[in-house]
């Protein structure tokens, strides 16, 4: 069974520029969050997709964005990049949004650097 | 006052004893508790869920629960050099807000 797909791993920007990741859950799971994870602010989370809509999201600014897809598949955005913006990039998936299934799987992430 | 606070460590344990490590969190209304085990360079793995006060054990990782004084702690017992990894304790708070608050995370190292 595969496992949480992000692709690209690895992504130099310049600041100013846009970027997109992608992130393909786990076969058969709806539901996808997004972290970033920096060595000073630890994991903090960005929104939450489920059939298609966002669910939750966390205290970031407008130039991140997401979406998902009807195949699950999400995408996240953030424009106009900062210096700040430079971070580890999580996705997780997850069955659902009911307690029975509550695992969240990550990938391996997306390494944004931003010069 | 952070919302899931641990003890940042490094917790250093020799090989074979039990790795203690600690997690508190400021939301009553929260439901389930996670823990998650994160190598460098590599991505977080879930180890255990517990949303039950008590113990759950599961080989050699023992999950404990006390909502009442709103606290949850990892053991790991007969620890091994590859336990060595930064633990990251996680709360889910239910009802709108349903996102998984990460603890700032615990440095492990095991010393053979």
């Known amino acids: 069974k595969a496992g949480v797909t992000q692709t690209p791993r690895y992504l130099i920007k310049t600041r100013g520029q846009q970027v997109t990741l992608s992130c393909s859950p786990i076969s058969g799971h709806r539901s996808v969050s997004w972290y970033q994870q920096t060595p000073g602010q630890g994991l903090q989370f960005l929104f939450e997709?489920?059939?298609?809509?966002?669910?939750n999201k966390g205290n970031f600014p407008g130039r991140f964005s997401g979406r998902q897809f009807s195949n699950s598949r999400s995408e996240m955005n953030v424009s106009t990049l900062e210096l700040g913006d430079s971070a580890l990039y999580l996705c997780?998936?997850?069955?659902?949004?009911?307690?029975?299934?509550?695992?969240?799987?990550f990938g391996s992430g997306t390494r944004l650097t931003v010069v | 006052q952070k919302e899931v606070e641990q003890n940042s460590g490094p917790l250093s344990v020799p090989e074979g004893a039990i790795a203690s490590l600690n997690c508190t969190y400021s939301?009553?209304?929260?439901?389930?508790f996670f823990w998650y085990r994160q190598y460098s360079g590599k991505s977080p793995e879930l180890i255990m869920f517990?949303?039950?006060?008590g113990d759950k054990e599961d080989g050699r990782f023992t999950a404990q629960l006390n909502k009442a004084s709103q606290y949850v702690s990892l053991l790991i017992r007969d620890s091994q050099p590859s336990d060595s990894a930064t633990y990251l304790c996680a709360v889910k708070t239910g009802g709108s807000a349903r996102q998984l608050t990460f603890g700032s995370g615990t440095q492990l190292t095991v010393l053979p």
């Open positions: 997709y489920f059939s298609e809509t966002q669910r």
């Open positions: 997780a998936s997850s069955l659902g949004l009911d307690r029975s299934s509550y695992g969240y799987t």
């Open positions: 939301d009553r209304g929260s439901q389930s």
């Open positions: 517990i949303y039950s006060n």
